[in-house]
């Protein structure tokens, strides 16, 4: 199917993952959280499709179309060439996209679908791996026979699980996954799997009022409610694609009252965490055996890769410490086990950005090319530089001298 034209569903960032849009006869199926924002997301695509003039297809097989139109409302008006369609058989959306003939279908969603008649299904287990795959295999059919580009909108649940739609993947042409935290407004959409071009574009939206609006600048976003100089803050820039973002990782530290300390990870990965910790447990005199230690991506983001140790390493110290790492300053690198920092990909792109946010200083693996213009790039070949460099272990006294520091937990 290469070479032939993709339909530009019209909302921005989905074209942008799809590389165009959708491609006639292509299955694509939509996966993330429930709340997550999926059904705004196909929503706004048909409805910017139809007014566009072309005739569109909803099958709601979850929410009546009241519900739908509800929705609808938030986001402007609907125009009348979208067809909302309360059904949950695929009989009858194969049935309604051969006599309207659509020139996009979307179902919503396949967990709650059902083959025949509608009959059968209350009696099978609802979401049920076979049935899913059943369902998704007849409208894969169907988009096939009919050449109308079919989305198929499928639930995650929280656990990573993709309860049907992980056993979907590989009978669909393209697979997408919405991502983000409910709770901010922030939303990731990556392709999975894309049969009709490359997987590393990331389209980034925002949730609001009036349904999903691109966002040219997350910094914004991510950095917006940054309270400059608080203990235990560190900036860091990650990769998504091939979009940098810059945001902010904190740390918190408490005195533990358990043998075994609590680590807690929100966006970052527990396993590197623990290394990081460890690391620093060796490498310098900062008590992390003693504190619990709770870490968290501020906006709802992923920085589990290990481009972000250093981050984490700098963000816990300083919440040991007391002492604030400098507002300006971004911190990129991986740490190793003998508490080398390490080289991480893309680094340049990373400061750029960084610099773009209005970022000033760097600190940065030795072997790091020169820094953009204007940013005073830090090198060093390990934690422990790092911190001596922010003052970060000057003030850790050793045993026997706890009375010169500022952090409570350690005076
Ligand atoms: P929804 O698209 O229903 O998520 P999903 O289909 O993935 O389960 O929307 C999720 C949330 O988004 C819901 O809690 C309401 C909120 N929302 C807005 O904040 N603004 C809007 O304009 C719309 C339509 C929804
Ligand atoms: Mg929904």
Same mark, same amino acid.
């Not at 198929?152 to 929280?158: E, Q, R």
């Not at 810059?246 to 680590?263: D, K, M, N």
């Not at 501020?298 to 300083?318: F, K, M, T």
């Given at each position: 199917?290469?070479?032939?034209?993709?339909?530009?569903?019209?909302?921005?960032?989905?074209?942008?993952?799809?590389?165009?849009?959708?491609?006639?006869?292509?299955?694509?199926?939509?996966?993330?959280?429930?709340?997550?924002?999926?059904?705004?997301?196909?929503?706004?695509?048909?409805?910017?499709?139809?007014?566009?003039?072309?005739?569109?297809?909803?099958?709601?097989?979850?929410?009546?179309?009241?519900?739908?139109?509800?929705?609808?409302?938030?986001?402007?008006?609907?125009?009348?060439?979208?067809?909302?369609?309360?059904?949950?058989?695929?009989?009858?959306?194969?049935?309604?996209?051969?006599?309207?003939?659509?020139?996009?279908?979307?179902?919503?969603?396949?967990?709650?679908?059902?083959?025949?008649?509608?009959?059968?299904?209350?009696?099978?287990?609802?979401?049920?791996?076979?049935?899913? !795959?059943?369902?998704?295999?007849?409208?894969?059919?169907?988009?096939?026979?009919?050449?109308?580009?079919?989305?198929?909108?499928?639930?995650?649940?929280?656990?990573?699980?993709?309860?049907?739609?992980?056993?979907?993947?590989?009978?669909?042409?393209?697979?997408?996954?919405?991502?983000?935290?409910?709770?901010?407004?922030?939303?990731?959409? !990556?392709?999975?799997?894309?049969?009709?071009?490359?997987?590393?574009?990331?389209?980034?939206?925002?949730?609001?009022?009036?349904?999903?609006?691109?966002?040219?600048?997350?910094?914004?976003?991510?950095?917006?409610?940054?309270?400059?100089?608080?203990?235990?803050?560190?900036?860091?820039?990650?990769?998504?694609?091939?979009?940098?973002?810059?945001?902010?990782?904190?740390?918190?530290?408490?005195?533990?009252?358990?043998?075994?300390?609590?680590?807690?990870?929100?966006?970052?990965?527990?396993?590197?965490?623990?290394?990081?910790?460890?690391?620093?447990?060796?490498?310098?005199?900062?008590?992390?055996?003693?504190?619990?230690?709770?870490?968290?991506?501020?906006?709802?983001?992923?920085?589990?890769?290990?481009?972000?140790?250093?981050?984490?390493?700098?963000?816990?110290?300083?919440?040991?410490?007391?002492?604030?790492?400098?507002?300006?300053?971004?911190?990129?690198?991986?740490?190793?086990?003998?508490?080398?920092?390490?080289?991480?990909?893309?680094?340049?792109?990373?400061?750029?950005?960084?610099?773009?946010?209005?970022?000033?200083?760097?600190?940065?693996?030795?072997?790091?090319?020169?820094?953009?213009?204007?940013?005073?790039?830090?090198?060093?070949?390990?934690?422990?530089?790092?911190?001596?460099?922010?003052?970060?272990?000057?003030?850790?006294?050793?045993?026997?001298?706890?009375?010169?520091?500022?952090?409570?937990?350690?005076?």
């Amino acid at each position: 199917m290469q070479g032939v034209a993709a339909i530009p569903t019209g909302v921005s960032e989905l074209d942008r993952v799809l590389a165009g849009g959708l491609v006639p006869g292509s299955v694509t199926l939509l996966g993330g959280e429930p709340g997550i924002g999926k059904s705004t997301l196909v929503l706004q695509a048909l409805a910017s499709r139809a007014a566009a003039g072309s005739r569109v297809l909803l099958a709601s097989a979850e929410e009546s179309a009241h519900q739908v139109r509800r929705r609808a409302d938030r986001l402007g008006d609907i125009p009348g060439e979208l067809l909302v369609l309360p059904v949950t058989s695929v009989a009858a959306i194969e049935a309604a996209v051969d006599d309207t003939r659509p020139e996009l279908v979307v179902v919503d969603s396949i967990q709650s679908v059902v083959a025949g008649d509608g009959v059968a299904a209350r009696s099978a287990a609802s979401g049920s791996v076979a049935r899913v !795959r059943e369902c998704a295999e007849l409208l894969v059919a169907m988009a096939k026979r009919t050449d109308v580009p079919t989305v198929l909108v499928g639930h995650v649940t929280k656990d990573g699980s993709l309860a049907g739609p992980r056993a979907l993947e590989h009978l669909v042409d393209t697979v997408l996954s919405f991502e983000g935290d409910r709770h901010h407004a922030l939303r990731l959409l !990556r392709a999975v799997k894309h049969r009709f071009g490359p997987t590393g574009e990331i389209g980034l939206f925002q949730m609001g009022a009036a349904g999903l609006a691109p966002v040219d600048d997350p910094a914004r976003l991510l950095l917006g409610d940054r309270r400059p100089g608080a203990p235990g803050g560190t900036v860091v820039a990650v990769l998504e694609g091939r979009r940098t973002l810059v945001a902010e990782l904190q740390a918190l530290v408490v005195r533990s009252t358990t043998q075994q300390p609590r680590r807690a990870a929100v966006g970052l990965d527990l396993g590197r965490l623990a290394m990081t910790l460890a690391v620093l447990q060796r490498h310098t005199d900062l008590p992390v055996r003693m504190v619990d230690v709770f870490t968290s991506v501020v906006g709802g983001i992923r920085a589990a890769e290990p481009a972000a140790d250093l981050a984490v390493a700098l963000a816990v110290s300083s919440a040991i410490t007391g002492v604030p790492v400098p507002a300006d300053l971004v911190a990129v690198g991986e740490v190793g086990l003998t508490g080398e920092v390490r080289q991480v990909a893309d680094l340049p792109r990373r400061l750029d950005e960084s610099a773009r946010c209005g970022f000033t200083r760097a600190i940065v693996p030795r072997s790091a090319p020169p820094g953009p213009d204007g940013m005073h790039v830090v090198r060093v070949d390990s934690v422990g530089q790092a911190l001596a460099h922010l003052d970060l272990v000057a003030l850790v006294p050793s045993a026997g001298a706890r009375g010169t520091c500022p952090g409570t937990l350690l005076a």
